[in-house]
């Protein structure tokens, strides 16, 4: 009897020896990362980020139902080659409160070569508690031989209360069509 619970033994610890010795024959593993390697506004698919927001609208609490268009952002094409670009927007509203309606364009625009095109939004207030509120966008471009995901900077609404109980909106906006030429190289 003790010989075979000897022998049971040995087959168990070779079984476990044999179980615990290991041969990586392939190992796989996917990493993200992400270097910055210039800013925005040097790169081929260029967009603009004006104080680190991609713009900054200024506007009060209650536009009595009035909706004002602005700059949302600016896409550029510098591609080398002398490639046309195609580009769309997508932009995460989830952080906007309700009271808050922004609504950006998310059409595909044709961006030529050494070209700017801005993609618009309008924005209505309703009784919106006064703060500062963030609406992030990705910028997807494509064109012959690639594609591109861009995470921008994100879009700043600024609401303040009224103090003048004016009924006119008193939106301002930071980046305008003038002031593209600035970033142009």
Request: aromatic fraction near 12%; hydrophobic fraction near 40%; charged fraction near 20%.
């Amino acid at each position: 009897m003790k010989k075979y619970i000897g022998i049971v033994v040995a087959i168990l610890l070779s079984v476990v020896a044999i179980g615990t010795y290991g041969n990586i024959v392939h190992y796989n593993a996917d990493r993200d990362v992400k270097v910055k390697v210039t800013c925005h506004v040097k790169e081929y698919v260029p967009i603009i980020c004006c104080k680190g927001h991609s713009n900054i609208v200024y506007i009060i609490n209650d536009t009595h139902g009035l909706q004002f268009p602005f700059i949302a952002i600016a896409v550029g094409n510098k591609l080398i080659d002398g490639k046309t670009l195609h580009a769309y927007v997508v932009p995460d509203y989830s952080q906007l409160p309700s009271g808050l309606h922004v609504k950006i364009e998310q059409n595909t625009k044709t961006i030529f070569p050494r070209t700017w095109r801005f993609f618009w939004g309008v924005i209505k207030t309703e009784d919106v508690q006064p703060g500062t509120y963030y609406v992030p966008i990705d910028v997807y471009a494509y064109w012959d031989g690639g594609s591109a995901k861009i995470e921008s900077c994100s879009l700043k609404i600024v609401v303040f209360k009224s103090s003048c109980g004016c009924r006119c909106g008193c939106l301002r906006c930071d980046l305008n069509e003038r002031s593209i030429k600035d970033f142009d190289e």
